[in-house]
């Protein structure tokens, strides 16, 4: 027994002889999927209310009465999936010319997905008068798509960053590993724009 | 020797279970005495249902407690270190896939006899279709009171249930359907069965038989607000003759009577219509209870006064003064307008 | 002997300004620190909740008593709940997790220190926001109102028709704010967990402390964004026109409830995963044995983190739901104490064979094991579905709830306390006054705790200000408010205690009580780098193999 004894400085704990060979999953990678699962969780909500709401409104505008399909933007959003992959993929060659070139490509794709929800959402409030408020439709449209807008706004605030450290040079493929980590996050977007697409413009219409 | 044959043992198994129902029904009388809202005192089916239920819980949990407890006991006293101890660590024991087998099966299988006896007294308790002779209520679940319908009788009230006794051998059940006007609310009165909650743009149902006449208590179960704690219940289970004429007396528009008109003018010409009716007169507001019959109740304030002439008039002057954040204003009547307002009311029987 | 972060000479530590101490502690991404840190956040808001607790007793000691209005009584309980929850145990146990997790796995720190202080700041400034409401939120009642919707805050209550000014919304944004923070420590667990064990430690090697973390860890993820989610609709109702909530528009009271529960209900297997992780650590060290049927301890763990998931609705039994719908939640509650049952008989096991030692840590991890018990099988008795017709949203819940949360989880917690402030700290606490803490608090746990389930038996619902005399339940509420004072002085003891050992307690060493893991092999506080070398182990218990080297852990797991 050892109580009491008092011990200088921390012994070195080798018990095993030699060195091992010791595997272990990078923390980022391991954290991204993390947020990306709680983040699935807060969509999963938005999705169940509505869906619940279908067909639930009092009064006001159906879905397929003011919706318009917009095939042109989730085009635009879902190629950017390709771009960034592709991007990923050149930076780990190590060719940060092309890297630099698709990771714009990603963004400006992105943000013309951005522009169209934003005109779409500026013709439903101002022409067809469908608000937040209107009703139970509006209320589970506006804030599904706006949360994932929220979510491409604050992918593109982070792309932006790297953009701008890529032009200032600092970017390398020793950046690899962070830069399929952040592309993680990108995917998880385009991938709930998917379920949101379906369940707003196929399903519930 | 007596035989041990299958037909003896079952004779034994019957004899237990007469017992323990026996045992449980005394049980049930005595409880009664230690709360009107004894929750082991059951005076209605779905009250009964649950009672049995409950009991047969009981006996498992409380034979599991025993077991594990007992072993927790005695492997604190057992295997405690003795002052005499030689120092050596006990034998490092890690583990038993034959020991983990079985107490994950027990417990399955324990598991799987609770489960069929709660869906049984499920579907007993929740029916949804009321019988033919069902008299039909329906409840409405206010901030801080309760409103009654009785839509095949014509018959509107507040806070002081009515309800027929029901013959076990002649059930006459009460049907009641739950909605709310506002905020969640919950009918519990633990004598005639379990609580079932008002929730706006979501009705409920629930039926209760009572069997024996009396006075059943309960109060509001769901927070809803200030004053959640005064939403009382009571239920008054008649005989089919008092019920008949407690229901014909209701009917009857309110009693006019000259030596109060003062008062009666002053109801109808200050704010007090916005929120009550009195049937045959002008006042038809539904924000407040209904007051046609109000000498008829033995309590104000769903529960939270006696129905006195001064708590009556206490209550108008100031309803914060008997329920603090009651939704009825206090109405600055002088002292002579509160006079005459109360003697109006207590004309309304 | 270092007790600082930095290895300076002691004349240069103690000239250092107060100052400058602070800003070490502000802006510390050490994990020692910030769980330190967490610890004493949770102990300052326990004592203000504990007050809370204490003045709604005192309403209730006698029926129809005026110790305080229905509005203040009201705020109290909502108060009470959410910071017991939010500021007390779920900051006390990530404190002890940030501590102890890197620590036991051999590793330096958490795997994103700086994510780990940004979570500690979040949550502590929601609690702020919280109790800032008593200042800030103007309610229907005056100026300055701290929230009264109860901790569940049910729809449509929380509606502005019904909730008049700010005070809902400081509850709604103190949450939101600090579960952020959650999340982020959820992620940091997850990531340290996994990427920063020391060579040698497979996930089957890790201590069952970091395990159980873990999976709370993934509950975490899992649960607490549906609340996020739900709260930001309350949000969308209250200020830009929204019906998530809004009845009269054909929205659905229910919908918020099922959102809440999938939240709430994991979140109690959130709060107590930690408290079978200290047990799990405690029990088998006072038996001198290892941790017995460790892998069907992580098997059952995992278990119920699964099915935990799919219990929510038994939370809404009296809500209206189809005998389907009704029969499902029941199977699933009933079905999660097989797990959690397997770890009762599991810890029982461990101390079978052994050598009891009744030090401190153990006196509670055992009044723990017996409490648990008691708690679960009332757990059992409101899964029966129209059991639960009655006992819901009665006192017999609230007895339940806090005989789980108090009589196990803060029972667990307080052996953790004494079982790791040895190691924290450097210094020993006093035994006498442990035991003293330990006898004073379980009897008023038990006058409260054990006689709050029969006033509920006898039809008291939860909630209430006041009470009707005459309904038999006079008696039991007096008792049940003695018992508080008991354990306020408990507490006292207890602070007394961690407070006076800290400045003249003897000195610890590394290994107080003979343990196996690798927090044990360290200086007591450890340094800033928690270890001289990164260790490689080979078992489950590393420094059993060191003390014993003829008989190691890994000839035999």
């Known amino acids: ?205 | 020797m007596r035989s041990r044959g299958p037909s003896n043992r079952l004779v034994g198994v019957s004899q237990l279970v007469v017992l323990i129902g026996g045992a449980g029904t005394a049980f049930a009388d005595t409880a009664q005495t230690w709360s009107p809202t004894n929750i082991f005192a059951p005076a209605s089916t779905p009250a009964k249902s649950i009672f049995g239920l409950s009991l047969f819980i009981l006996a498992v949990t409380g034979a599991i407690f025993l077991v594990v407890f007992s072993l927790l006991l005695y492997s604190v006293v057992r295997f405690r270190k003795r002052k005499n101890d030689d120092g050596r660590e006990p034998p490092q024991v890690y583990g038993s896939n034959q020991v983990e087998l079985a107490w994950t099966i027990i417990p399955i299988l324990i598991v799987v006899a609770l489960f069929m006896a709660t869906a049984r007294v499920i579907a007993v308790v929740q029916r949804t279709s009321p019988p033919g002779n069902a008299i039909a209520v329906t409840a409405i679940g206010h901030q801080f009171w309760w409103e009654y319908r009785y839509p095949d009788l014509g018959v509107v009230t507040a806070n002081e249930l009515h309800l027929p006794v029901s013959d076990p051998a002649y059930p006459t059940p009460t049907f009641i359907q739950l909605l709310s006007a506002d905020t969640d609310h919950s009918f519990w009165v633990p004598r005639l069965g379990g609580k079932t909650d008002l929730i706006p743009n979501h009705p409920n149902a629930m039926w209760m038989d009572p069997q024996e006449t009396g006075v059943y208590l309960g109060q509001c179960a769901q927070y809803c607000g200030t004053q959640h704690a005064k939403m009382l219940l009571r239920v008054y289970v008649q005989s089919k003759d008092d019920f008949d004429s407690w229901i014909r007396q209701q009917r009857q528009p309110a009693f006019v009577n000259e030596a109060v008109s003062e008062g009666q003018q002053l109801f109808e010409t200050t704010a007090c219509i916005n929120c009550h009716t009195v049937s045959g007169t002008v006042a038809n507001g539904r924000f407040g209870p209904d007051l046609t019959h109000l000498m008829s109740r033995d309590t104000i304030a769903a529960g939270a006064a006696s129905n006195t002439p001064e708590n009556l008039r206490l209550w108008i002057r100031n309803p914060n003064a008997i329920k603090p954040g009651s939704l009825m204003p206090a109405m600055q009547l002088s002292e002579q307008q509160l006079n005459a307002v109360t003697a109006y009311l207590e004309t309304l029987r | 002997m270092s007790t600082d972060a930095l290895a300076l000479p002691r004349t240069e530590l103690a000239s250092r300004p107060v100052v400058s101490r602070l800003h070490d502690w502000v802006t510390t991404v050490d994990h020692k620190r910030l769980g330190i840190l967490y610890i004493i956040y949770a102990l300052v808001f326990l004592l203000i909740a504990g007050v809370e607790a204490m003045i709604i007793r005192i309403q209730l000691i006698r029926p129809h008593n005026d110790f305080v209005s229905p509005q203040v009584f009201n705020r109290l309980f909502t108060m009470h709940g959410t910071t017991m929850i939010f500021f007390v145990v779920m900051p006390v146990l990530f404190g002890f997790a940030n501590y102890l997790i890197p620590l036991m796995i051999g590793a330096r720190d958490m795997a994103f220190p700086r994510l780990n202080a940004f979570s500690f700041w979040m949550t502590a400034f929601g609690g702020l926001l919280l109790y800032f409401s008593l200042l800030g939120a103007n309610g229907l009642y005056g100026a300055g109102n701290a929230p009264d919707v109860g901790w569940f805050a049910y729809a449509p209550l929380t509606s502005q028709t019904f909730s008049v000014g700010h005070s809902t919304d400081f509850w709604i944004l103190a949450l939101l704010i600090s579960g952020f923070g959650s999340i982020g420590t959820a992620v940091n667990i997850i990531a340290t967990a996994l990427c920063m064990r020391c060579p040698g430690m497979t996930l089957a090697k890790m201590p069952l402390f970091v395990w159980l973390n873990l999976i709370m860890a993934g509950l975490v993820i899992l649960a607490v964004s549906p609340l996020t989610a739900a709260q930001i609709m309350l949000l969308v109702d209250r200020y830009l026109g929204g019906h998530f909530f809004d009845t009269q528009a054909g929205g659905s009271a229910v919908i918020w409830m099922h959102f809440f529960w999938v939240f709430g209900h994991p979140e109690v297997y959130v709060l107590v995963l930690p408290a079978f992780a200290f047990a799990s650590e405690i029990i088998p060290v006072f038996s001198r044995k290892p941790i017995f049927g460790y892998s069907v301890m992580v098997g059952a763990t995992v278990a119920i983190g699964f099915i935990s998931m799919s219990v929510w609705a038994h939370h809404m039994f009296t809500v209206g739901m189809s005998s389907a719908a009704n029969n499902f939640f029941v199977i699933s509650t009933m079905a999660i104490a097989v797990p959690t049952g397997i770890k009762i008989f599991n810890w029982l096991a461990t101390m079978w064979g052994g050598k009891i030692e009744f030090k401190t840590p153990m006196l509670f991890c055992i009044a723990f094991l017996f409490q648990f018990l008691i708690a679960g099988l009332t757990g059992i008795m409101q899964g029966a579905a129209p059991f639960d017709w009655h006992l819901g949203s009665s006192y017999f819940v609230v007895a339940h709830f806090h005989y789980v949360i108090v009589g196990g989880i803060l029972f667990c917690l307080f052996g953790a306390f004494y079982y790791w402030f040895p190691k924290m700290s450097g210094k020993m606490y006093s035994e006498t006054l442990g035991k003293l803490h330990f006898w004073i608090f379980i009897i008023g746990f038990h006058l409260t705790f054990d006689f709050m389930h029969i006033p509920g038996l006898l039809g008291m619902p939860r909630r209430i200000y006041t009470y009707e005399p005459g309904r038999g339940w006079d008696t039991w509420n007096f008792i049940v408010t003695i018992g508080v004072f008991f354990q306020a002085a408990g507490i006292l003891v207890f602070l007394g205690n961690l407070i006076w050992s800290y400045f003249r307690g003897k000195a610890a060493g590394s290994d107080p009580w003979d343990a196996w893991t690798l927090e044990w092999s360290t200086n007591s506080p450890p340094p800033a780098y928690n270890f001289a070398a990164i260790p490689i182990v080979k078992s489950r218990r590393p420094l059993w193999d060191l003390k014993h080297p003829a008989d190691p852990d890994w000839k035999y797991e």
Request: one cysteine or more.
């Open chain 1, 1 to 205: 027994m050892n109580s009491g004894e008092t011990v200088m400085s921390a012994t070195s704990m080798t018990v095993a002889e030699g060195t091992i060979d010791w595997e272990r999953p990078d923390r980022g990678r391991v954290a991204m999927l993390s947020l990306i699962a709680a983040e699935a969780a807060i969509f999963t909500i938005f999705v169940v209310a509505y869906v619940f709401y279908l067909g639930k409104s009092l009064t006001g505008p159906m879905p397929k009465d003011v919706l318009s399909v917009p095939i042109v933007y989730t085009i635009c959003l879902l190629s950017s999936s390709l771009t960034i992959h592709f991007a990923a993929k050149s930076l780990r060659r190590g060719s940060v010319l092309s890297f630099g070139v698709l990771w714009l490509a990603t963004i400006t794709l992105g943000a013309a997905f951005l522009y169209g929800t934003g005109t779409e959402w500026y013709r439903l409030i101002y022409q067809e008068g469908f608000t937040i408020s209107t009703n139970l439709f509006g209320t589970t449209y506006y804030s599904l798509v706006g949360l994932h807008a929220f979510h491409v706004v604050v992918g593109l605030l982070t792309l932006t960053t790297v953009m701008v450290f890529t032009m200032t040079g600092s970017v390398g493929s020793e950046h690899a590993e962070r830069i399929d980590v952040l592309s993680l996050y990108w995917h998880f977007v385009d991938v709930v724009w998917v379920v949101v697409f379906t369940v707003v413009y196929v399903i519930g219409r």
